[in-house]
């Protein structure tokens, strides 16, 4: 949960759609 966290924090611009899509859906629906 920590790495989808980080995701929350840091905008879209440093996190690609690339970042979310290698950690998986989790990180989609978070974000």
Avoid: N, Q
């Avoid at 949960?1 to 859906?25: Q, S």
Wanted: glycine content about 4%.
């Amino acid at each position: 949960v920590t790495i989808t966290t980080r995701i929350k924090d840091m905008p879209d611009r440093e996190r690609p759609r690339e970042r979310l899509l290698a950690l998986g859906p989790d990180a989609l629906t978070d974000a």
